[in-house]
């Protein structure tokens, strides 16, 4: 940890995901959350933990982490990621299946300039566990703005053979490789095409880097239960489209499914509209 530091510092939000989680659950899949660790002058000092997302091997959680970068210091964190088992007790995390985990230099994170893709292992990285961890960093400023939105779909394609769709929608920035990263999930609205999801506030820092004009990518997708979301369409824009003081005429936008539209060609329209209640 610090210690006395007193050389150059900056702020840096880390983003995690993972791919092919080991799936310890019977009847189901994994129930992931990871849990991040840097490394003190004798042991490692838990820094907090992402939320819990169900019946998923591939997930991108959306709680971040805010860490100081300390240029002329070698920081050590640790990702290790659970299959919560017990919701009562959620912090013992002798009450979870470890599902492995993968330490890292912050450094590596902040000069990659993409990505740091790292396998999960064994506790004290002695055995592959299978799977691997996706850590992005980011520098970033002190949030001056904070966005609220408010988000709403119709005519939505439907999904569910006996019903309708039970939609929700994930919100992810660009970054400066091309990939986007998720930085909102809503809550899924039960056997609808039209949904109205609840408003939510952040800071524009962590919505879009605090840049008016970085693309943001709004996908759509219908809710399963055994984590296998159907994708029902997806949209572009920056922020500026949408926000009115900044000039923005944006008020809706056509979802599109990319494998849809390749199927019905010319015919194809959009699978349903995504709409701006507010923006402020």
Not at 141 to 150: A, G, H, P, T, V
Not at 158 to 163: A, H, N, V
Not at 181 to 206: A, C, G, Y
């Amino acid at each position: 940890m610090a210690g006395g530091y007193d050389g150059p510092v900056t702020k840096v939000e880390l983003y995690i995901s993972c791919t092919k989680l080991i799936n310890t659950d019977v009847f189901s899949k994994s129930d992931p959350f990871a849990v991040l660790y840097e490394r003190g002058r004798k042991d490692w000092i838990k820094l907090g933990k992402t939320e819990v997302i169900y019946d998923n091997l591939n997930p991108k959680f959306t709680k971040t982490f805010v860490v100081d970068y300390r240029f002329e210091e070698i920081q050590h964190f640790k990702v290790s990621l659970y299959d919560l088992d017990d919701k009562v007790n959620m912090d013992n995390l002798e009450k979870h299946d470890f599902l492995g985990e993968a330490e890292f230099k912050l450094a590596d994170v902040v000069t990659a300039g993409k990505v740091l893709d790292k396998p999960l292992m064994k506790h004290q990285g002695s055995q592959k566990m299978g799977g691997f961890v996706h850590i992005t960093g980011e520098e970033i400023e002190e949030s001056k703005f904070d966005i609220n939105m408010k988000l709403y779909a119709n005519k939505l394609d439907k999904k569910d053979f006996f019903g309708k769709s039970d939609p929700f929608v994930e919100i992810a920035k660009a970054q400066k490789d091309g990939t986007f990263t998720v930085v909102h999930r809503s809550q899924p609205i039960m056997k609808t095409l039209d949904p109205t999801w609840n408003e939510f506030t952040m800071p524009m820092q962590k919505l879009c880097s605090g840049e008016w004009d970085r693309q943001l990518q709004f996908t759509v997708f219908d809710w399963n239960k055994s984590g296998d979301h159907e994708l029902i369409g997806k949209a572009t824009c920056k922020l500026r489209d949408v926000i009115k003081e900044k000039g923005g005429t944006i008020t809706q936008l056509d979802l599109v499914n990319p494998s849809i539209k390749a199927k019905k060609g010319h015919k194809y329209h959009n699978s349903g509209i995504l709409g701006f209640h507010h923006v402020r």
